[in-house]
């Protein structure tokens, strides 16, 4: 396995891991409240949670590894808000978890959607942005050591 794939399950793994979290606490939320009287949750809630999290979490594939204009990734960002909303949305429908007829149900799942995908999103991009900074940093010590390479460069 490539490194840039074993870079892509990691970061298909953690994304899979914060939107499983996200979700969680938008449903805990979420059932708060319209249903403040409580309710008996169906366990097939978990696993739906899980389905709905990792189809979401392929949305990652949206974005390639590669160098791209900032035009085409604010598009990408946005094909990927979308195919979100609709995986999201349609797993609501489809699961049960809200009545699509009521506005504030829709409402609060798309502020909950919107939540979810900021934070991680967020999150991501501080990993990337982490990354490039420790590769500039050690581009930089590799041209100030007249390009010679240490072996701990690739520990």
Not at 77 to 105: A, P, Q, R
Request: charged share 15%; net charge positive; hydrophobic share 50%.
């Amino acid at each position: 396995m490539t490194e840039s794939m074993k870079k892509r399950m990691v970061e298909l793994l953690l994304t899979f891991c914060m939107v499983t979290t996200g979700s969680v606490f938008v449903c805990a939320a979420y059932n708060n409240i319209f249903w403040p009287q409580g309710t008996l949750l169906d366990s097939n809630i978990l696993w739906q949670l899980l389905a709905m999290a990792f189809v979401c979490s392929l949305g990652n594939f949206i974005h390639p590894y590669r160098e791209i204009s900032r035009r085409r990734a604010v598009f990408n960002k946005g094909l990927h808000y979308v195919y979100i909303n609709v995986v999201v949305l349609g797993s609501g429908y489809w699961f049960g978890w809200m009545d699509i007829e009521n506005i504030f149900m829709l409402a609060a799942m798309v502020l909950g959607i919107l939540m979810v995908f900021a934070v991680v999103s967020f999150v991501i991009w501080r990993l990337h942005m982490r990354e490039s900074e420790n590769l500039n940093r050690k581009l930089r010590e590799y041209q100030a050591g007249g390009g010679k390479m240490d072996i701990d460069y690739f520990e």
